[in-house]
């Protein structure tokens, strides 16, 4: 008899991924979820003929390929079409409700440019309706007197981060940076490294912490004033004016910056149970 075969040493092929999602699939769920349903006229599909049994197979399949992608991009400019309707006239209620801002204000706090940044950002995440999502955009944009390209334009993801970086590892020494207010594993209180699933000391994330709370708290206090025009430091400590050129002194540091820096040390100590860095903060802050 014949010795049975040997094991193949062939590794096993991986699992197929799963399919990847419509390309579509983001926008049709805004408009099911934001929107009222779509009218029956809506879309407009012709019926598309049985292709003859004499045909050859190369013709019919052609021919059922042209028909699909004709009526895909037909299906794609009629949602974009109701799209820009729609959201033109929700645009329009949001300017009625609210109340008309001045020329000279901040344009970041206008709330329909808010609401057109946030459809924006959503809709992006598709990449195959990236080009429509631009356009619809740019339109929106100028509906509302905003430029596409300017500062007000630009989305800026308002939940809190701190990246903490250069974290290592004890037991692998793999290092990397954690968002302490954005990593999904730590919001779970999840704090296994990523590489060899043991956990991260806490204790030494904590204490880089309060040691960064302690130090911006002196470089606030030590800090030098600068002048407003010339933004030199002015060299006598006691002038109230810059002895250059006559400008205004200010801090160089700004408080609206060394406040949120503490509110944000504060939220982290709160959503990962850092009772040493609260009590710093409490202490450097004089806030309950």
């Not at 991924?17 to 699939?25: G, V």
């Not at 956990?199 to 904590?206: D, G, N, P």
């Not at 206090?221 to 060299?235: M, N, S, T």
């Not at 040390?265 to 040493?276: C, G, V």
Request: net charge negative; with cysteine.
């Amino acid at each position: 008899p014949l010795p049975p075969p040997l094991p193949s040493a062939t590794p096993p092929r991986p699992a197929r991924r799963p399919p990847a999602p419509c390309r579509w699939t983001l926008l049709l769920l805004l408009l099911l979820l934001l929107l009222p349903p779509l009218p029956a006229a809506t879309f407009h599909h012709e019926p598309i003929a049985p292709a003859s049994s004499s045909s050859s197979s190369s013709s019919s399949s052609s021919s059922s390929a042209s028909s699909s992608s004709a009526s895909s991009s037909s299906d794609h400019s009629s949602v974009i079409h109701y799209l820009t309707q729609r959201l033109m006239h929700i645009i329009h209620d949001i300017r009625r409700a609210a109340p008309q801002r001045d020329a000279s204000a901040d344009p970041a706090h206008d709330l329909a440019l808010v609401f057109i940044k946030c459809v924006h950002h959503v809709l992006s995440v598709d990449e195959a309706a990236r080009a429509h999502v631009d356009t619809l955009r740019k339109g929106l944009l100028k509906l509302i007197g905003v430029r596409e390209f300017s500062h007000a334009a630009e989305f800026h993801n308002p939940s809190l981060s701190y990246v903490l970086p250069d974290v290592i590892c004890t037991f692998c020494s793999y290092v990397c940076d954690l968002d302490l207010l954005r990593d999904p594993r730590l919001l779970e209180h999840d704090w296994r490294c990523p590489h060899c699933e043991n956990e991260y000391s806490k204790f030494h994330v904590e204490q880089v912490l309060v040691d960064v709370a302690q130090r911006e708290a002196l470089a606030y206090q030590v800090q030098d004033f600068e002048c407003v025009k010339c933004r030199l430091v002015p060299i006598e400590c006691m002038s109230l004016i810059c002895t250059r050129c006559s400008g205004e002194l200010q801090c160089r540091r700004q408080r609206e910056d060394h406040e949120q820096l503490f509110s944000i040390l504060a939220r982290i100590a709160a959503q990962h149970e850092f009772e040493w860095l609260a009590e710093t903060v409490r202490t450097l802050t004089g806030k309950p």
